[in-house]
């Protein structure tokens, strides 16, 4: 009797240590989400009863992506039944630590994003057919919440960013021109405590621009050698076009922290061509300009949405 009792505990011990063998090659923490492994699972329903809990299916042969609408901050996991990383801003993956019972809750699981936390259990099922790979939270099964560190979350940037994209141009004064590339700027949106500023190149020549970086400044309008100039540079919150090259037209909207300055300062936005020696193009903006800025709410998002459709 006793054998068997010494036996069994070195099988429930060594289980544990054969699954971690087994799925190494998933690192239970990174440095962008951090994990929160708790003891028990009584204490891990962080919401009241009115909150929606979705079930994930996972099976020891199947990676499980959760994707959240927003990017994630944080993951808070019940139990070691379940291991992870996070795999892209807004996805988790998981797997669960070994074999269990079918239909077995393996733990509890909250993702927190930038304004919404959505929380669901875990579930094991036998069969790798009868598990979720992909699982993707639907913001009406989250929960608000304030963050104070997040002013506008960047789906929300992305949405404002695509709809002024397709907007024509309402700036015809904002223009550069040089090397045979014309810089125009088509709108200027504040939008909360962001200014969204929609930009367009094009290339007269039969030389591709490489884009190197796009940098914005804020500087003196008259820089003389005599006095000291200050130069101070910002960096866009968020940005549409990740494309790095263009022939002939190219358009981008950058989004920055709202702000004011003197009339004898101006914003540059500086797009440096990648070559030695290589094409610089400014696009000045005066703050005139900036105080023109249009306003964009909610309800012109819908129209616009419904205008697409």
Known sequence: MKYIVITLLAVLIGTPMKAQKKYRDIVPDTAKVHYIHRESMDDAYIFDGSLHKNTVYVNEQVTTHIIMPENIKLVDISTNSIIGNQCAENIVRIKPAGRMYDHELAGTMTVIG?????????????????????????????????????????????????AIYGMPAKFHNIHYKRYGIKAVVNNIYAIDDYFFIDFSLYNNTNIKFDIDEIRVKLTDKKESKATNTQTIELTPTYMLNKTNSFK??????????????????????????????????????????????DGFDENLMNSLSRTNH
Do not use: C
Request: hydrophobic share 40%; aromatic share 10%; charged share 25%.
């Open 248 to 293: 002939k037209g190219y358009r981008n909207v950058l989004v920055l922290n709202k702000l004011t300055f003197p009339d004898e300062k101006i914003l540059n936005l500086e797009i440096s061509e990648n070559q030695i020696s290589g094409r610089v193009v400014y696009i000045p903006i005066e703050y005139s300009d900036i105080l023109h800025a």
């Open 114 to 162: 930038e304004r919404h936390i959505a929380q669901f259990n875990v579930v094991y099922v036998k069969g790798p057919a009868r598990a979720n790979s992909i699982f993707n939270i639907d913001i009406k099964d989250t929960k608000r919440y304030n963050n104070p560190d997040v002013l506008m979350p960047e789906a929300d940037m992305a949405r404002f960013a695509w």
